[in-house]
């Protein structure tokens, strides 16, 4: 006998219940661009983009065109042997990428790519110790764990890795003191995502650069959740010019599919060895399908204008119809990675705009409702989630 839907959604709860909390109880089955479809044809506007990796949001025709021939054609392929849509993968990317990066790891999700770097510019550095911020976030596996700033589960997972400090996000004299001649490598978003659409301001960041010269250590940018267009340049370090040792990437990189990478400098490159690292995963052809048709899709229809242009767009809406209210703290973000700081908790919203307003969206931190939508809105999606953002918290002011 068929299992009814609402079976599939108590065995859901059941078997994966121990670490997440679910939203409603629709059941997803389908997406078609910037939209999702539950089991009874509701449709709801996704400004999530699945947790920020949607980027030409769903079942985009070139991303199932790219995935079914890959499928027909060779999905697994070890990383010791050469793949024909690994190297063009490879060659996309590299026009992507600054030029002072040149090498490559490849692997399947950000928290495998910061473990990487971190073993990366330990083995670089010969060093043992690590700077990250407060408020930071890299990822739930037990070294990026150790650099993600959660004091409150960490407490209850100690110890991890020793020698990492956090210090305070856009404090420049702080992190001067934080980061030694003992730090191998500062972890850092451009803008924290998770810890609350915090900005980082240019000075802070090339102060930060600059200190990490001075000590030798290596500055390792996690472009995780901001890169690959997000805030309106292809990594969001090039708004502040930074040059950094090695960059984690993944989120966009797939568009969906679950990929990761970490680029980085021949100096580090030059400190690395056969069996320093290494993924069965990672690399395999269906991703590098999905990476290489991703980066083209993102070339050709110029997401990342779009991403500048109408985060812009957003951003202005919002602080025109929101920003006089009183439950709103401060709007703010870049591209489209906006966040909008509530001076009461965001999950309630974040369920009326589910159930009553069919828009879909994050928090960031327990008051900060985030925007995080595909890179390819257009005005009319910006323009309805302006409207439902602005009713929903204009019927609790
Ligand atoms: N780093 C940043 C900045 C992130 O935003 C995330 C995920 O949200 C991660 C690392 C971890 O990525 P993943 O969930 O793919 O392991």
């Known amino acids: 006998m068929e299992t009814s839907h609402s079976e599939l959604a108590t065995l859901e ?7 997440v909390t679910k939203r409603g109880r629709a059941i997803f089955q389908r997406g078609e661009g910037m939209y999702l479809f539950d089991t009874e044809g509701r449709k709801y506007l996704d400004f999530t983009s699945a947790q920020g990796i949607a980027f030409l949001g769903h079942a985009h025709p070139v991303m ?3 995935l079914a021939s890959q499928a027909s054609q060779l999905m697994s392929l070890p990383s010791f042997l050469y793949g024909e849509t690994r190297g063009r993968f490879l060659r996309k990317l590299a026009e992507i990428l600054p030029r002072h990066l040149p090498h490559v790891y490849l692997c399947n999700s950000g928290t495998e790519a910061v473990e990487a770097a971190l073993k990366f510019a330990r083995l670089a550095t010969g060093r043992t110790s690590l700077v990250a911020t407060r408020k930071g976030f890299h990822g739930r596996t037990a070294g990026a764990f150790s650099l993600t700033w959660s004091p409150k589960t960490k407490d209850q997972l100690v110890p991890l890795l020793p020698a990492v400090t956090h210090t305070t996000y856009n404090q420049a004299d702080m992190l001067a003191d934080a980061v030694t001649e003992k730090t191998a490598g500062l972890f850092l978003e451009v803008v924290q995502g998770e810890g609350g659409v915090n900005v980082g301001q240019t000075e802070f960041l090339q102060r930060a650069q600059q200190v990490c010269q001075s000590r030798a250590a290596l500055l390792i940018i996690d472009e995780i959740q901001t890169g690959f267009g997000r805030t309106g340049r292809w990594f969001g370090f090039q708004h502040a010019d930074l040059r950094p040792d090695l960059v984690c990437m993944a989120k966009g990189l797939g568009a969906g599919f679950p990929m990761g990478a970490v680029a980085f400098t021949p100096a580090v490159k ?18 590098c399908a999905a990476g290489l048709t991703a980066l083209t899709a993102y070339q050709e229809l110029d997401t990342v204008g779009n991403a500048l242009h109408m985060g812009a767009y957003l951003l202005q809406g919002l602080r025109e119809k929101t920003g006089h209210l009183k439950i709103v703290r401060d709007i703010r973000g ?4 906006l966040g909008i700081e509530l001076r009461t908790h965001v999950r309630p919203f974040l369920q009326t705009l589910m159930l009553e307003q069919g828009v879909l969206m994050l928090n960031a931190g327990p008051r900060i409702l985030r925007l995080l939508p595909p890179l390819i809105l257009e005005q009319c999606h910006a323009d309805a ?7 929903v918290l204009a019927a609790a002011s």
Do not use: Y
Request: aromatic fraction near 6%; proline fraction near 3%; hydrophobic fraction near 45%.
């Open 13 to 19: 709860e059941q078997m994966l219940g121990g670490v």
């Open 64 to 66: 199932q065109q790219a």
């Open 270 to 287: 030059e400190k690395l060895f056969v069996g320093a690292h290494g993924s069965t995963f990672g690399g395999n052809p269906l991703a």
């Open 334 to 337: 870049k591209g489209l990675l």
């Open 385 to 391: 989630a302006i409207d439902a953002v602005s009713s």
